[in-house]
């Protein structure tokens, strides 16, 4: 029953990053998507995965969009 | 449940790719649409681990006690994953430098609106 609640996690954690005026949440917002696929790996049965995923999905590329925001526009205009 | 867990993580992995394809084409902002493509990436990815899925199966780590030919029937397939776990890693450098080319653009124009830099239709 979890992982169906994690794929529509994932999918509206999806929408709601690309719906935010507010670049640097729409960043944050990219981690959503990211925590819950490594979760959902791990009911694959596929942990090796789950473990690089949790990483560089949750934490490595939500701060690869916040500098990238920090260098240049925070607001979409 | 009616569909099982097979059928509903490729859906999902469908459904990523769709949401990244529409925001990769009809969004302006260029840092939104690199995290279009990285959702597409991400539901690549998802459909290949997808598919080495097997229902009711173990996760495929050979522990002393068990018999090869049970194993070998109740195992997932592991070769999709060890190349995903490569893709994960590309995927994530070439965002990198994806976002580094933005940088050298918003110096350059000043803006990071596609519709800006490349003239308006």
């Known amino acids: ?4 609640i994690l794929m529509f996690i994932v999918i509206l954690g999806a929408i709601l990053a690309l719906m ?4 640097l949440k729409a960043a944050i917002l990219t981690g959503i998507p990211g925590a819950a696929m490594a979760f959902l790996y791990q009911y694959l049965l596929a942990p090796d995965v789950a473990l690089t995923q949790a990483i560089v999905g949750s934490a490595i590329l939500p701060v690869f969009f916040a500098l990238a925001v920090y260098k240049t526009r925070r607001v979409e205009d | 449940m009616i569909i099982d867990t097979q059928l509903a993580s490729l859906f999902t992995a469908v459904s990523l790719v769709i ?6 084409v009809f969004l302006d902002n260029l840092i939104k649409k690199v995290i279009s493509l ?3 990436g991400d539901g690549a990815n998802l459909f290949i681990i997808a598919l080495g899925y097997k229902p009711g199966g173990i996760v495929y780590i050979f522990l002393p006690g068990m018999a090869a030919d049970w194993f070998a ?3 997932a397939y592991p070769l999709p994953f060890a190349l995903v776990l490569t893709s994960i890693v590309i995927g994530a450098s070439t965002t990198a430098v994806m976002l580094g080319l933005i940088i050298v653009l918003y110096k350059k124009y000043k803006s990071i609106k596609a519709s800006k830099i490349l003239g308006e239709l």
Do not use: S, V
């Open chain 1, 1 to 4: 029953m979890i992982e169906y």
């Open chain 1, 20 to 23: 935010q005026r507010d670049l």
């Open chain 2, 19 to 24: 949401i990244g394809i529409y925001g990769a």
């Open chain 2, 38 to 40: 990285a959702f597409i």
């Open chain 2, 73 to 75: 029937q109740h195992a």
